[in-house]
């Protein structure tokens, strides 16, 4: 059974919308798409013009960058954009449903909910640093014939564990014909693990996200990327809107995966994981800390008495780190993104202070 037979019937039915962009190449003169003659801004000339659905230079530098064919890579506004276009597509309202496993991203939820699609959870072991309960994972996929998305984080946010082959392909071959498997690989460049993108020639129900939002310094970009089988990307392209990135993001975009950038990104790489166990090693010290669990993503997060308080006392002071007071399972917690060597020594001077207070 095809991935086609997974999804919404009328979107299997559906034709995508063929844009003026779409239908002929943005050269010549363009009388066809109803765009103004001249952009406003002087130096900014082809703002008049809708930019490319799919940007072919971009869509290639992303599959040379990803490791897959241009076939299959989706190029999306961010992560975020490739959970709302899979949810549309495989659930529908009152019937569908999704699997996730709290604590993780919370727009799966939201994606879920919005489309009118059942949310069922398998909690993470609170009790083992969160880690992912597979047996109950895979006896609620094979109960559960509802469940058209199985979402699963690899570094996970906010816990940082990874997801390991073994475990993933062993999911695959049991929801084959049954669920799609979303691997959101958001922060992969920080973990030990190679990408899940070389199982997708193997795996017709696999989707992993990639984005350029994290290990790349470009979150006010937002610009990331589905990658699946064509049959699947096929699906996508019918609900994306016709025009998902604007020109100037795709100029960016191409400009931070030029030679020069990659040589830039893979120090601050290295800067990064050098500040994170500058940090670990000082979290180490106060004895307020109940819990530190290191993660393999750009994150570190803790456990503390009176959590709501810290935060406080840190927000007072001009550094902000996250709470998460609307999540029972993390009371407590908090998780501290890995800022640079000035910001981290400012956070430790302020656990100083509040060691010294408590």
Avoid at 58 to 65: K, N
């Amino acid at each position: 059974m095809g991935v086609e037979a997974l999804a919404r019937p009328e979107i299997v039915e559906m034709k995508a919308y063929s844009s003026a962009r779409k239908e002929a190449p943005g050269e010549g003169i363009l009388l066809n798409a109803n765009e103004a003659p001249h952009a406003l801004l002087p130096d900014e000339e082809m703002l008049n013009r809708y930019p490319d659905p799919q940007p072919a230079r971009l869509l290639s530098r992303l599959a040379w960058l990803y490791g897959v064919g241009e076939e299959n890579l989706l190029v999306t506004r961010g992560s975020d954009e490739g959970i709302d276009l899979l949810t549309r597509v495989f659930c529908r309202a009152g019937q569908d449903a999704i699997l996730q496993c709290p604590p993780n991203f919370g727009m799966y939820k939201i994606a879920a909910q919005t489309q009118g699609a059942e949310v069922i959870s398998v909690p993470r072991k609170v009790d083992s640093a969160f880690e992912l309960d597979h047996k109950v994972v895979l006896q609620t996929v094979a109960m559960n014939n509802h469940i058209k998305l199985v979402f699963l984080t690899s570094p996970n946010n906010p816990t940082g564990d990874v997801i390991e082959f073994d475990f993933l392909s062993r999911l695959l071959n049991e929801t084959r014909g049954k669920a799609i498997v979303v691997l959101d690989e958001a922060y992969a460049e920080f973990s030990r693990l190679p990408s899940a993108a070389t199982l997708i020639k193997d795996h017709e129900n696999l989707v992993v996200l990639r984005t350029l939002s994290k290990a790349w310094a470009s979150a006010g970009l937002r610009c990331g990327a589905v990658l699946a089988q064509p049959a699947l990307i096929s699906l996508l392209r019918r609900v994306i809107a016709p025009y998902p990135l604007p020109s100037p993001v795709i100029a960016l975009a191409l400009r931070m995966l030029e030679d020069d950038v990659l040589a830039r990104q893979k120090l601050l790489l290295e800067e990064i994981t050098s500040n994170k166990l500058t940090l670990l090693n000082k979290l180490k010290q106060f004895s307020f800390m109940l819990e530190i669990i290191p993660g393999e993503a750009n994150f570190v997060l803790i456990r503390v008495n009176n959590s709501d308080e810290l935060l406080t006392f840190c927000a007072n002071q001009g550094v902000i780190v996250r709470g998460f007071p609307a999540d029972p399972l993390l009371k407590d917690y908090i998780r501290i993104s890995i800022g640079s060597e000035g910001d981290l020594n400012m956070l430790t001077t302020i656990f100083e202070e509040w060691e010294h207070i408590k």
